[in-house]
């Protein structure tokens, strides 16, 4: 389609050395055709201009002293993508991979997850190269202090909301806030997501983005007449979203036989024992290999690039690790093991090829917009007790949790239905999210 194709080169021309923010703008723009065909209006108001192009990109530099008395300098990013539904809301990153590109594809794709959830948020993301691995608790603090003495300027908990993401758990949050709180000389608790229990934080936050993720299969999976009970699953990663994704796996009755980590990946035939995963990786903050060392019959295989794990055989992967982890290698393997269905509990960890592949098979694709939307969503749940000065059950918000991950499943499987896409939760939560987005665009006019 003309306009379409006009955006796109438009966009590989602009952000030329942005692989990764012109992956994600490229995989939801194509599954948007059909609606573009239906609604050739878009073009005059330059819908799909506007929707590629973040609101504000923040940069700066974040000074900080390490143990030894030096002085390091990273780069700090905050992206404030698209605010038409809401505050943006987004996590925070810190891993040395950050850059613009990553960023921009992180904010591009929270616009469209946050608005699956229903909720009133918009998206952004942010976070710097910063390594916290291997660095004591004061550089984190001196870090975190330093990178909110800039970043205070720019959020504000009706204005933009970050949350944790890789290397930014509760540690990092706490520090964050400290130094927001100091400087802002107001307690503003809606300000930053991800808290700990003890000063506004949310119970089920941080089983949020698994568990989700298994809701969210549970409904794809009974819409096409199977379940998890008695499923052999693989999960990559070991960190908050694999763990808590294999915890509630287990719950519905599944087996899941191998994690990893970014050296290396694990196999249990029996089922995993997630107490020792969690002990390994909650508690120590260790490596996954020491779970080889205290289970007999388990084997670990180094792999620097984790894709030993994609040919284990198996019904069900979950890919909860990071962005492009999944090949068209990788998806070969996969349907020739015998996996049927696929949950991105990262963001976008599937590869285009590797996505159309999965999806020329038959196999079930829940994609990360949707299917990992339970972290944001209960974020935003946090926010929503920060605003009463009250706080709900475990149990109440994991089932207003279970009910938005539903919900979600049905949006995109409403609106795939209505473009006669089939089983194409891909292009259905797009089109979805697309939907909501757009008319509130178009209802607030060409800002």
């Known amino acids: 389609m003309e306009y379409l194709n006009e955006v796109l080169e438009t966009l590989k021309a602009k952000n030329g050395n942005e692989a990764e923010f012109l992956q994600a703008a490229y995989e939801v723009l194509t599954s948007l055709k059909p609606v573009i065909e239906k609604h050739p209006e878009y073009r005059n108001i330059a819908l799909l201009e506007r929707i590629t192009e973040p609101e504000r990109l923040i940069m700066f530099r974040v000074p900080w002293v390490d143990d030894n008395g030096k002085v390091q300098v990273n780069r700090g990013f905050r992206v404030q993508f698209n605010g038409a539904i809401g505050p943006y809301k987004g996590g925070l990153r810190f891993h040395p991979s950050v850059n613009q590109s990553i960023m921009k594809f992180l904010a591009f794709e929270q616009c469209f997850k946050n608005a699956l959830t229903g909720l009133p948020i918009g998206g952004g993301k942010g976070g710097s190269d910063f390594n916290p691995k291997g660095k004591s608790d004061m550089e984190i603090m001196r870090f975190c202090q330093s990178f909110m003495s800039e970043l205070y300027k720019h959020i504000g908990q009706d204005v933009d909301v970050p949350a944790g993401d890789i290397g930014v758990g509760g540690r990092e949050i706490g520090y964050l806030f400290g130094q927001y709180r100091k400087l802002r000389n107001a307690y503003e ?61 287990q719950q519905y009755g599944a087996k899941v036989v191998a994690m990893s980590d970014s050296n290396g990946c694990i196999y249990d035939a029996n089922g995993i024992n997630l107490d020792i995963v969690k002990q390994i990786k909650e508690v120590e903050r260790g490596r996954i290999k020491e779970y080889a060392n205290r289970v007999s019959g388990s084997v670990y295989t180094e792999d620097v690039n984790c894709r030993n794990i994609w040919k284990i055989k198996a019904d069900i992967a979950l890919p909860c690790a990071t962005q492009n ?53 209960t974020s935003a749940l946090e926010m929503s007790q920060n605003s009463m000065r009250y706080s709900w059950t475990f149990d109440e918000v994991d089932r207003k949790l279970d009910d938005i991950m539903t919900n979600i499943f049905k949006a995109c499987e409403k609106a795939a239905n209505e473009y006669g896409l089939g089983k194409n939760y891909v292009a259905g939560a797009n089109i979805a999210a697309f939907d909501k987005i757009s008319k509130a665009m178009i209802a607030q006019g060409i800002i």
């Open 189 to 249: 608790a809606g300000v930053l997501t991800g808290k700990g229990l003890e000063y506004g934080g949310s119970l089920a936050r941080t089983e949020a983005t698994g568990y989700g993720l298994i809701y969210f299969m549970r409904e794809m999976l009974k819409a096409n007449g199977k379940d998890l009970e008695g499923k052999t699953v693989i999960i990559s990663g070991s960190g908050n979203v694999a763990i808590y994704a294999c915890e509630k796996a």
């Open 325 to 377: 982890e999944i090949n068209l290698e990788d998806a070969k393997s996969l349907v020739a093991n015998g996996v049927f269905a696929v949950g991105e509990g990262a963001n976008m960890p599937t590869n285009i090829e590797a996505i159309e592949y999965f999806l020329e098979k038959g196999v079930l694709l829940a994609p990360a917009k949707a299917a990992n939307a339970g972290g944001v969503a």
